[in-house]
Each structure stands twice: as C-alpha cells, then as structure tokens.
C-alpha cells in the first residue's frame, strides 16, 4: 500500500488543474465530447513534457514527465529531490530514495488508470465540465462504484496540431479525503519516440 507521506506527493500534480477548474466562472459548455477524448488519449501513444506539481498546501515542484502507453509513465523530479514516481506497464511504484522505501499498487486502481489506459472508456465515469472559455475541455472522471480512487479532473486546450485537436494542459487529483493536488504542463510533445528503458528504476537501499 502507498503510505500517507507518498500518495500526498503523489496526487500533488493533479491538484492544480483542478483548482483552476473550481475558480473559473462557469459560462458556456464546450462542443468537445468524450468521444474526442478518447480519441485524443488512444491517439497519444507517447508525450513528454515539462510539469509543475502543486499539492494542497500550495508546494510546488517541478520536474520532467514521459509517457507511453499502455501503463508507463514516469514523473522525475530530479536528483535534488531524491524520488521518483515511475509506472511500469502494470503498477505505479513511488520511490523515496532518502529513507530508502519504496511503495507500489496497481496501475488500475489510481486515478492515472485514466490516462494511461489502450482503450480508454470514458462514457461511465467521466463527463464534460462547462468552462468559461470553449477553448477549455475540462473532462471528470469518477468512478461512482470505486469512489476509493478518487476523482481526476483533465484540463485540455484546443489545438489542431494535436491529437484529436486537444493538447493536455495537466490534471488536478482528489482523494477520498478531498484533498487536491495539481500537475501543469508545458513543452508537451506528442508520440515521439520514448524508450522502454525510461521506464525502469533503480531500487532504494
């Protein structure tokens, strides 16, 4: 199990996104869909980005973020801050090399189970949240029989050159215990080639 101290620093990237998202006024809906969305999640085979993570007590810190799907996904905070949140195709595993601990669970029962699932099948779980801007996509996703994992809120940009024509801007995570942590992206770059090996790790002492 991941302990309290972990999946804090964990959720802390998606709790930005969502702040944003409970901030704006609510105008219009956005044309978007979920079929988009899911268009937009299978087309993007692999991304890389620059993010920012902010938890609930307004911390931040920054980091370079790779992705491929399906289940990989690795969140590099640098040596400075001696950890490490890497997936491996299967579980998501949190490494503290400070204290020498590392802890693990299963891709599926996180809330990145979303992101980085082949065939996403949002239709249950998510829909599409008005925003002030139609430019703005933002999709939760909660699942009602597993409100456990808690809740994902994506924020997405419209863009042409992107997949499906939506650029992930970044995510805010929600715990059962409401607590919230958000992760913005900059410099994404879209299915290029991401080595198998990105996604490997060294184990703590």
């Given at each position: 199990?991941?302990?309290?101290?972990?999946?804090?620093?964990?959720?802390?990237?998606?709790?930005?996104?969502?702040?944003?998202?409970?901030?704006?006024?609510?105008?219009?809906?956005?044309?978007?869909?979920?079929?988009?969305?899911?268009?937009?999640?299978?087309?993007?085979?692999?991304?890389?980005a620059h993010f920012t993570q902010t938890?609930?007590?307004?911390?931040?810190?920054?980091?370079?973020?790779?992705?491929?799907?399906?289940?990989?996904?690795?969140?590099?905070?640098?040596?400075?801050?001696?950890?490490?949140?890497?997936?491996?195709?299967?579980?998501?595993?949190?490494?503290?090399?400070?204290?020498g601990q590392k802890s693990s669970w299963?891709?599926?029962?996180?809330?990145?189970?979303?992101?980085?699932?082949?065939?996403?099948?949002?239709?249950?779980?998510?829909?599409?949240?008005?925003?002030?801007?139609?430019?703005?996509?933002?999709?939760?996703?909660?699942?009602?029989?597993?409100?456990?994992?808690?809740?994902?809120?994506?924020?997405?940009?419209?863009?042409?050159?992107?997949?499906?024509?939506?650029?992930?801007?970044g995510w805010t995570a929600i715990d059962?215990?409401?607590?919230?942590?958000?992760?913005?992206?900059?410099?994404?770059?879209?299915?290029?080639?991401?080595?198998?090996?990105?996604?490997?790790?060294?184990?703590?002492?």
């Amino acid at each position: 199990m991941l302990n309290g101290k972990a999946f804090a620093r964990f959720l802390a990237p998606v709790a930005a996104v969502a702040m944003v998202a409970s901030a704006a006024p609510v105008l219009a809906a956005s044309n978007a869909t979920i079929t988009q969305v899911e268009k937009h999640l299978s087309s993007t085979r692999t991304m890389t980005a620059h993010f920012t993570q902010t938890d609930n007590k307004r911390r931040s810190i920054s980091g370079t973020l790779s992705m491929k799907r399906p289940g990989k996904i690795r969140f590099d905070y640098g040596k400075a801050a001696n950890m490490l949140m890497v997936a491996d195709g299967k579980n998501l595993h949190f490494i503290d090399y400070e204290v020498g601990q590392k802890s693990s669970w299963e891709i599926a029962k996180s809330p990145l189970a979303v992101l980085l699932d082949d065939n996403p099948d949002l239709d249950r779980i998510a829909k599409i949240v008005p925003a002030k801007d139609e430019r703005i996509v933002i999709v939760r996703a909660r699942d009602a029989r597993r409100p456990e994992f808690g809740t994902l809120i994506l924020a997405f940009i419209k863009n042409p050159a992107a997949p499906a024509g939506l650029q992930l801007e970044g995510w805010t995570a929600i715990d059962a215990q409401n607590k919230r942590t958000v992760v913005k992206l900059d410099g994404q770059r879209y299915n290029a080639g991401v080595p198998d090996s990105r996604f490997t790790y060294r184990e703590p002492k």
